[in-house]
Structure formats: structure tokens, C-alpha cells
């Protein structure tokens, strides 16, 4: 899903809208009058291509600097953020790396080869986790062998792939301005399908040798969102749970109930965490954003927030960060 950096203002709410409006990037919830205001955002996206690069990275030590597509970054010692700002969604990945095997937290656009960039990384055995199945966290899975999963008919669903005519609209015009590899064709542009390996729970821990990650199963956004805890680095990995742009309760698989009993949990866990690492943007967040949040989804529950309506669904705006929610949100 896509999601722009928002500023706080009103310069910031108008920007949303736009965002909203053409930033969708859901294959199963597009409209047809999304799609055609997509194709033809034209001066919109040109504001987003002037925001790179985005401030924060520089704070981070680059690292296989000479790939094409990818940056890759390492945030902490043992954590690479792996970043696609050649598209719309400016995703990021997160390798996270043991002293016996490493986890690949999204896989990214699959526009380019992940696995190569994995293997310059680390030697150790790796497996891949998404934190939740849209089709720009899981664009790679197909490249690795050991892929985690949850039990949720969503993820299940959307392993399964996804063909051009689903999702070459978001590596056409405006959704794609960097040089894409060789050999890159983007009408052919899909989603693989790929084979969940290993099913996991709530709680479970994955010990990668002196660094264990909680599994925090986290739905709301999508039906089969996760997030990452690790408890002795005091991080959390937020997937599209929590990122600094506009947060989508909205699309379908979404559920507001949902989001809010996540972020309550969330919230809880503040005074543990120091780091946020998100899946959108730029890749880190004070663990405050948690309880604002929790708060801000309070606000718009208490129905008397002001919300801007474009295309049917409802955006909130706070600082930071922005929350759309369907119009039919049961809860308003
Ligand atoms: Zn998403």
C-alpha cells in the first residue's frame, strides 16, 4: 500500500488528499474512479519525487551502494533497511540477522532480485516473514525457500500471486520514475506465487542466535498483519501497522475494530521499545507515535473530529501521521 510523508498543517492535510486520492494502492480495493484519477495525477507525483530523498536516511550508514534499484541501509548493527524509493510506495524491507540465521521481515516490490542483495548481506540461513501479504511486501518471497506465515485465509490468498492485471498498473507512468533493471518488463510486471513453509501464532518467538523476535499477530490494517518484537533490542517492527504518513483502515480487508485493539496492544508495549522500524517511508519512529495513535483513532471514534471525505472513504489528519477510515466505518 502506498503512503506518502505527510506534513502537519494544512499544507499537510491538502498533500493527504491527494494521497488518498491517488495513492490507493490496493490490486483488491481499487475503484474505477481511483484508477483513472491515478492515471492521471500527473503534478502530484512530481511533489513526491521532490521529497527524496528523505531526510532521515542520511543518519544511516549505506551499505552495497553500488545496486541499481535497492538501497540498503544499516539502521542498527544487526538490522539493514532495505528501501525502493524508484516507486510509489517507497517500501522497505528489513533483514534482521542473527548468530545462526537471519530473517527477511517483506520482501519488497519484486521489481529487482532480492535474493542477491540478501546473500552480499549475511551467510546464514534465511527466512522470509511478511508482515502483512499486499503486494508490495511480498513481491520477492518467491526467491527464497523458507517462508513464514499465519494461519489466515488473507495470507493464504494472496500467496497465491497476483497477474499483470491485477498489478502492473502500479509500475506504469507516474507510479514508476527510477530505472528499473534490465530485462524488466512492466506490462508483465506480477506478483509470484510462493509457499508458506512454516505457520506461526501469536507469541511464537523466533530465536535467530542471540536475537529473539515475538511474533505480535496485529490485524486491522489487513487481515493478516503482524508486527516484529524484539524484546532485548527493545524495537518493534511495525509492518504498515504504524509508519509516518497516512495509515489506511479503509481498504478492504481493513477493520477499524481491529486496528484499534492492535494499537491498543501496541500502545502497552511503549515504554519497552526505543525504536520503531516501519515499512513505508523512512525507517524508524519514536515508540510515542504509538500512544498518539491510540489516542487519534479515540478522537475519530468520538465523532467529533474534522475529516476530509475523498472517494468514498474518511481521512483524519494529526500530526505526523493521518488515519482513513472507510465512510461506512461502523464505529463513527
Ligand atoms: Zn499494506
Redesign the pocket.
Known sequence: ?ARKHINSGAAGVLFAVAVLTFGCA?ENTRTNSDTQKVEGRGGDTAKWREKLPRAQWANYERVADDLEWFEVYRVFSDVYAIYEPGQFEEVISFLIVGETRALLFDTGLGIAKLRPVITRLTNLDVMVLNS?G?Y??IGGNYEFSEIGGVDVDYAHAQAKGAGPEKVARYVTGDWLWKKTPDGFDPEAYKIHPYQVTTLFEDGDIIDLGERRLEILVTPG??PDSICLLDRAGRRLFT??TFYLAPL?AH?KGSNVADYMASIDRLAALEPEVDHLLTAHNVPVAEPAYLSRVQGAFETIDSKSAAYVETDGAFEYQFDGFSIIVPATNPRR
Open positions: 500500500m490496493d502483512h499486499h508490495d511486501h490494517h489487513s509492518g504498515d489506511y481498504l
